[in-house]
């Protein structure tokens, strides 16, 4: 009998040690109430070296902040669910819609036709132009300078895929990399002579090194937009509540809110 008794209380002690851990193991979110309820969490793939779009302002913390965190709160609070980040290489995040590892992209991405055939994409939020980056005096003021130098760009990025056009033209050799901040050190090391980087991201780097100058070269192909798998259920439900925030405001507040104060 006692046997019996101790064995249908260890049986309980252990079924309540497992109901904890089924209840620690839930996922955090970059919302605000991470543990509220059981709304669905989304993995969103983003490649955060991109201020003001994804970074991590070391000063501040190691959280993922920018516009498109803020635009995915938004989003995703609207529709119900929670989200997660995940941070990966910029080049492998088509691959990461494809493969389930994300839900939805929102890294700046362009919404180009060749990715369409890979990826949906929702309305495009954003618009940028395409920036040659050099080291300060480095003579290159136009895309013809660029003849017999080494050029930079993110790996799997449109400005790659321009540079590559550019080394049609001119006569250069292009180089890639994963981050753009590896883009810039080989910028200040000498090891490039110039990168291709994006107008708005490109700024921030500019105001913060006097080592470094660019120019504009001109619209980049296609608006940034959020990238869901193809034929998923959500993009629907995301398109429309990115064109809510587009009519009433709440777009542009927060690209008030990142832009102002530089
Ligand atoms: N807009 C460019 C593209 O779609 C570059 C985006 C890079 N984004 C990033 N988070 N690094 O190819």
New binding site residues.
Partial sequence: MKKIVSFFFISILLMGLLAACGTSDEKSSNGSDAKDSDKKVLTMG?????SP??FIDTAKGDDIIGIDIDIAKAVTEKLGYEFEIRDMD?GGLIQALQSGQADFVL????A?DERKKSVDFSEIYYT?KHMIVSKKDSGITKVEDLKGKNVGA?L????EDKAKELAEEVDMKVENRNR?PELIQEIKAGRFDAAII?DTVAKGYLDNNEDIEGFTIED?DGG?AIALPKDSELTEEFNKALKEMMDNGELDEIFKKWFEGE
Avoid: N, P, R, V
């Avoid at 983003?46 to 991109?50: H, R």
């Avoid at 799997?156 to 400005?159: A, D, K, L």
């Fill in positions: 983003t490649s955060a070296d991109y779009f994804e910029f890294s700046a991405m362009s180009t940028s993110q799997g990025s449109i400005q753009i994006e980049a940034y």
